[in-house]
Structures are given as C-alpha cells and as structure tokens.
T-cell receptor, first 114, second 113 residues
Framework: DADVTQTPRNRITKTGKRIMLECSQT?????MYWYRQDPGLGLRLIYY???????NKGEISDGYSVSRQAQAKFSLSLESAIPNQTALYFC?????????????FGPGTRLLVL | KNQVEQSPQSLIILEGKNCTLQ??????????LRWYKQDTGRGPVSLTI?????NTKSNGRYTATLDADTKQSSLHITASQLSDSASYIC????????????FGKGNQVVVIP
C-alpha cells in the first residue's frame, strides 16, 4: 500500500465550483505539504502544516485553503475554482530528522477547471 | 530571490550511454541539496541528498556531486536504461527545518533504444 495517497486522482470541474482534494499518509509524519506543478514550471508550495491545526501559507496560497484536523490527513480546498488553477497537485509529507529531511510525495491529482 | 536553474531543459540519449545533468543555485544560506526523479504521471521520488560537507553521493547508477563554493551540483547517470526516462528535479533547502525549499524546473531525460 502506498504511504501517501491522494483522492481523487483526476478531477474535472467548472469555474466557480468548490472542490476538495484529500491527502492521507500512513508514515506517521508530522509535516505535510500541498504543491502544484504546471508544465514548464517547478513545483510551487501552496500550504504546509507542521502539526495538527498548524497551517502556514506557501508561495501561492491565494485562492486555496487547507485543513489539518488529524496527523494523517491534510485537505486542500478551492473555494471557487478558476481555469488557471488547472494543474497537477501533489501532497507530500516529511519527518524532520536532521539536515537530510526528505519529502515523500503522493501520486498527484490532475485537476482541470473548465 | 532564491533560484535554482537546471540544464539542459531536455535531453535524449541512447540506452547504455551516460549523461550528466546540471543544477546551479543562488540559495543562501545553504542547508542541503536533493535530486528527485519524477516519472510521468507520478510524484517525485528522492534519489540523493547532500549537505554542505558532502561533495558526492551515489544511489545505484545515479551519482550526484556538489560544489558548495561555486553553488553547482550535477547528477550523473551511468549506463542509462529505458526506465531512466523521467524528469530530474534539483531542490535546494535554504533554511534547515523551515521548509524554505527552492525547486528547479527539472531536466527532462528521454532514453531511446
């Protein structure tokens, strides 16, 4: 079984709709992250959480919100989706253990906003 | 602004050949540098991680080097295989423990028979 899972894997929605992307992990990590990836661009951080109820804005948080109600789950919401939010979304986890902290990524959610 | 630049943007190589990918960064202060491999349609997977004091690290046929003085890193793939076709992403950490990561755009490698 995968350590970091994302649902749904693919989603098509219309402009203005509210959608939620879910991320679950079985690694027992405290830290969780949401990124988006666009063609020709590097991964960009949307939000991150270092513990339950801890929420921090990343580089591109506008138009997104997150919820961390449990250690194992971190959800990303688009309150009113717009076409330029069409992208590949990745959830990641990490457990800080010295200077070689590694992030473990989920399989991604491909989102299309029409 | 912290930046990570990777070259070449894309590369086609014959199966069995070697190749080298480059990563230059301006991130400061430097904490560590990682190389990830991302297969098409999948999430990135860590290949190597190097701290300031490390100048080379290997993972099978993948060997990463780091020159912290010139702020350059390379990833060398030896005896490439078709399964090496992927995007290779260089990620530099600016501040240990605070998630200040700078991502490169990736080197797209295609291995052909």
């Amino acid at each position: 079984d995968a350590d970091v899972t994302q649902t749904p894997r693919n989603r098509i929605t219309k402009t203005g709709k509210r959608i939620m992307l879910e991320c679950s992990q079985t690694k027992g990590h405290d830290r969780m992250y949401w990124y988006r990836q666009d063609p020709g661009l590097g991964l960009r951080l949307i939000y991150y959480s270092f513990d339950v109820k801890d929420i921090n804005k990343g580089e591109i948080s506008d138009g997104y919100s997150v919820s961390r109600q449990a250690q194992a789950k971190f959800s990303l919401s688009l309150e009113s989706a717009i076409p330029n939010q069409t992208a590949l979304y990745f959830c990641a986890t990490s457990d800080l253990q010295g200077p070689t902290e590694t992030q473990y990524f989920g399989p991604g959610t491909r989102l299309l906003v029409l | 602004k912290n930046q990570v630049e990777q070259s070449p943007q894309s590369l086609i190589i014959l199966e069995g050949k070697n190749c080298t990918l480059q990563c230059n960064y301006t991130v400061s202060p430097f904490s560590n540098l990682r190389w990830y491999k991302q297969d098409t349609g999948r999430g990135p997977v860590s290949l190597t991680i190097m701290t300031f004091s490390e100048n080379t690290k290997s993972n099978g046929r993948y060997t990463a080097t780091l020159d912290a003085d010139t702020k350059q890193s390379s990833l060398h793939i030896t005896a490439s295989q078709l399964s090496d076709s992927a995007s290779y992403i260089c990620v530099v950490s600016a501040d240990y423990g605070n998630n200040r990561l700078a991502f490169g755009k990736g080197n797209q490698v295609v291995v052909i028979p």
